[in-house]
């Protein structure tokens, strides 16, 4: 993750009703009318947003990974049911 910028959380009213409203830096314009999910996270134990658009990004700069990418498999993970014995100076 990279920090893009700072920005206080504004108030948008519309029909009586105050939403929050975050400004990006100026130098990404081009998400403008772009469709956005918005996930509640934490980060460091307080609070956090991420926000997913739909535009692509090239696969060396994926900063999340997937599922099968961060999972993998361990040695001392159970298999089975049973145990795997771990033997670490077998292989010295």
Partial sequence: MQLIGKSKIGQLRAKGIAYPQLRLPKSYSQA???IARIFETRHEGKQAFLIVTEHSMPSDDTVLKTYHEVLKPCDTVAHRGRKK???PYRNL
């Fill in 32 to 34: 403008i009318g772009e």
């Fill in 85 to 87: 014995s771990v033997h």
